[in-house]
């Protein structure tokens, strides 16, 4: 089974900053990671396929990027609908598909 | 529009059955698998079995392994999932999501809660 390792578990930010994302794999899964965004009382949103395909209705703020075990989640100027919980997600190898623990992002 | 709709969430005592299903629309049912994915309350994001377009393969989490079965009816456009043997660790909100063309989701159902509890 693939770990996948998000850090840090929390980020604590202002509206107008930037911030990056990281997520590890414990062994490479090519550019086989997606991205999720989930707010709470709601299911997840997917954001990024292909470690950097921003998915349809994605605005350009978030951009993602990396390959093998590293990977990297940006987001450019947080509005005030970005504070959320973000999830990395491998596809690689499976059964099982895994998720990171996720990441808070909170003011 | 797609839309995903779980149902059949409660409460049950551990050791006890519940079934889920998701009834999807909008999409080609038939050409796509389907997943479940679990969320334990204020827990992250938990794969726990799918079934590919046609029925005829499915893939479980080792934690449901023997426990759970999925299944689907494509004449109705209803994924189901069996819980026999229903254990406290297994409360949690159920998502079915359709996966793309890799094994991504890209459209999530709002969920249903299973309480696990005596």
């Known amino acids: 089974e693939i770990v996948m390792t998000q850090s840090p578990a929390t980020l604590s930010v202002s509206p107008g900053e930037g911030v990056t994302l990281s997520c590890r794999a414990s062994?490479?899964?090519?550019?086989?990671l997606a991205w999720y965004q989930q707010k709470p009382g709601q299911s997840p949103r997917l954001l990024i396929f292909g470690a950097s395909t921003r998915a349809t209705g994605i605005p350009a703020r978030f951009s993602g990027r990396g390959s093998g075990t590293e990977f990297i989640l940006t987001i450019s100027s947080l509005q005030p609908e970005d504070f959320a919980v973000y999830y990395c997600?491998?596809?690689?190898?499976?059964?099982?598909?895994?998720f990171g623990g996720g990441t808070k992002v909170e003011i | 529009q797609v839309q995903l709709v779980e149902s059949g969430g409660g409460v049950v005592q551990p050791g006890r059955s519940l079934r889920l299903s998701c009834a999807a629309s909008g999409f080609n049912f038939t050409n796509y698998g389907i997943h479940w994915v679990r969320q334990a309350p204020g827990k992250g994001l938990e794969w726990v079995a799918d079934?590919?377009?046609?029925?005829?393969?499915?893939y479980y989490a080792d934690s449901v392994k023997g426990r759970f079965t999925i299944s689907r009816d494509n004449s109705q456009n209803t994924v189901y999932l069996q819980m026999n043997s229903l254990r406290v660790e297994d409360t949690a909100v159920y998502y079915c999501?359709?996966?793309?063309?890799?094994?991504?989701?890209?459209?999530w159902g709002q969920g249903t809660l299973v309480t696990v509890s005596s």
């Open positions: 997600q491998q596809y690689n190898t499976w059964p099982p598909l895994t």
């Open positions: 999501a359709k996966h793309l063309r890799g094994y991504y989701f890209d459209y």
């Open positions: 079934i590919v377009f046609d029925g005829s393969k499915q």
């Open positions: 062994q490479s899964i090519n550019s086989n």
